[in-house]
């Protein structure tokens, strides 16, 4: 069984600075992956980042990235530089790969002001 | 290469009738998964579909039922609707052997 905690309904921003959302997660799983996607207006979920939980190193992908922690079960999205664009509802996800499906957190909505 | 579609994109039906929605995932892509989402709640599993068999299914009654065809295409059914499955119907899709999932940008479904 999986569950993800995300203990940030909403969270503001300003132009240009940084923020970090919040995630933490319990899986019976030994192998299994993290993942953030973003779900803007229009509603489609798109990935953002993912992580192997058997690689230390945290993913990058531009301007976002993640710090996995993974004795602590925790999984944060630091977005820098940010734009009006990643103004959404961010989900953490995880999925075990013995388990199939994707376990979603209950989102944080973004806000970012000019 | 075209991503996960959906459709109807919007479906109104009247409740006690049945909806059918369906899902294209991205080609060689062999799982499907559908996920609701209604307002204010966050996203549910409903069923994940894999080589054309049902592998697991979400805590939801018999009456969401789905199935997978051979060319790894999908359909929701969705019988004897209530009002409270008005949501937005997400499927995505996942290559054999790949851990990332790709989702489409789902169906709304009205019931009135």
């Known amino acids: 069984a999986q569950t993800v905690t995300q203990s940030q309904p909403e969270m503001s921003v300003q132009e240009a600075e940084t923020v970090t959302l919040s995630c933490t997660y319990d899986t019976s799983e030994s192998d299994y992956y993290l993942f953030w996607y973003k779900q803007p207006p229009s509603r489609q979920m798109i990935l953002v980042i993912r992580?192997?939980?058997?690689?230390?190193q945290n993913a990058t992908e531009n301007r976002f990235s993640v710090n996995f922690q993974k004795a602590a079960k925790s999984f944060s999205l630091k977005i820098s530089d940010s734009q009006l664009g990643d103004a959404a509802m961010y989900f953490c996800?995880?999925?075990?790969?013995?388990?199939?499906?994707?376990?979603f957190g209950q989102g944080t909505i973004l806000t970012v002001h000019p | 290469e075209a991503g996960v579609t959906q459709s109807p994109t919007h479906l109104i039906k009247t409740r006690g009738q049945q909806a059918t929605l369906r899902c294209s995932p991205i080609?060689?892509?062999?799982?499907v998964y559908w996920y609701q989402q209604a307002l204010g709640l966050g996203l549910q599993f409903l069923l994940w579909y894999d080589e054309g068999e049902e592998r697991n299914r979400g805590n939801f009654p018999p009456r969401f039922s789905g199935r997978q065809f051979p060319n790894y295409s999908s359909e929701l059914n969705v019988n004897a609707l209530e009002l409270e499955d008005s949501a937005l119907y997400l499927c995505?899709?996942?290559?054999?052997?790949?851990?990332?999932?790709?989702f489409g940008e789902g169906s709304w479904l009205t019931v009135v």
């Open positions: 992580q192997e939980a058997y690689k230390q």
């Open positions: 080609s060689g892509h062999t799982s």
């Open positions: 996800a995880c999925r075990g790969t013995s388990y199939g499906k994707l376990t």
């Open positions: 995505a899709s996942r290559s054999r052997g790949r851990n990332t999932i790709y």
